[in-house]
Structures are given as C-alpha cells and as structure tokens.
C-alpha cells in the first residue's frame, strides 16, 4: 500500500512540474530565452516518472531517486519564489503559490514519509532557507530601487537647430512651438 501511494504523489509531481517546466521551455518559440536550469528541471521530471515506476517494485529504492530527481527539480523552482514577490505594478498569479508550495509538499513527502531519512530536516531546511534567501534578495533589491534617487540628469528643453533632421524643423514651425 505505501509503494502505491508513492507511486501516485511522484507520478502527479512528475506529470505536474514536467509540463510546467515544458511549457516554460516552450516560450522560447516566440523568442524567450531558455535557460540550463530549466534543462535540469525537465529531465529531473522525466527521472521523477521513472523513479515512481522504481517505487512499485521497491519502495525504498524509488523514494532514494525521487528524492535526487526532487532536488534536481527545485535547482528551477526554489530561485522562482523570487517571482512571488509581488512589485508595484504586478501581482502574482496563485498558480505560482501552488507550484512552490506543491514542491515543497512533494520534497517533505519524500523526506518525512512513511520514515523520516537521517538527513530530512537538513535538507528540508536548507531548500527553505535558500528560498527565503531568494526573495529576500528580491525585497531588497526593490527597496534600493525605491530609496536610490535618479542620478541621471534629464534634459527639460529640445534644442532644435537648423540642421536637424526635416521632420523635426516641420514641427519646429508649423505646430505652434515657437
């Protein structure tokens, strides 16, 4: 009964994040940069499918390779809790709520259940504690931006000459900036 459930959690988790990361792979189509990690993630995803496979002959021996394809996993979703910081002009979609906290419930359920392993809470904590690092570099580096004053020096008249582009003359003369 325990290798079916866990048969059942690292398949949904590896069906989930494989078609998410897919898709995000996927806008490089239209010409969104790709990047390695998202490489990693994918593959990971493939290794956590087979691996829930692993787990229906031999429980302990697929929840050790779910375990290294999770973690491999979370090299892409762990800095994304950096985007669900919300900025003055963006709100984040509660599917990316969902995404890090069913990664993180998918990582604990590997850890914890049905026996916690020797080194669980090590490795829950410092997957938690880097997340929270991540977005505490976010909400800083927004505070300096808010705080910092705008050095550059913005010209407040435009100075047109008689050598200027025709365009600009025509605009000089005939609408009234004069």
């Not at 950096?82 to 900025?87: E, G, H, R």
């Amino acid at each position: 009964m325990k290798s079916v459930a866990q048969f059942i959690v690292f398949l949904t988790g590896a069906l989930i994040y494989g078609f998410i990361t897919f898709q995000a792979i996927m806008w490089a189509v239209w010409g969104a940069p790709t990047y390695s990690i998202q490489y990693v993630a994918l593959f990971s995803s493939f290794g956590l499918l087979v691996s829930s496979f692993v787990s229906l002959s031999s429980a302990p021996r697929g929840r050790w390779l779910s375990l290294v394809f999770i973690l491999g996993i979370g090299v892409y979703y762990i800095p994304a809790t950096a985007a669900l910081v919300p900025k003055d002009n963006f709100t984040p979609s509660p599917i990316g709520y969902a995404l890090i906290g069913g990664y993180f419930a998918l990582l604990a359920y590997c850890l914890f259940v049905p026996r916690r392993l020797p080194f669980s809470r090590t490795v829950f904590s410092v997957a938690i504690l880097s997340a929270a690092g991540f977005v505490a570099h976010t909400l800083l580096d927004q505070k300096k931006k808010e705080t910092e004053p705008n050095q550059a020096v913005e010209p407040t008249t435009i100075h047109v000459t008689n050598r200027a582009p025709s365009s600009t003359l025509r605009a000089m003369y005939g609408r009234g900036s004069l």
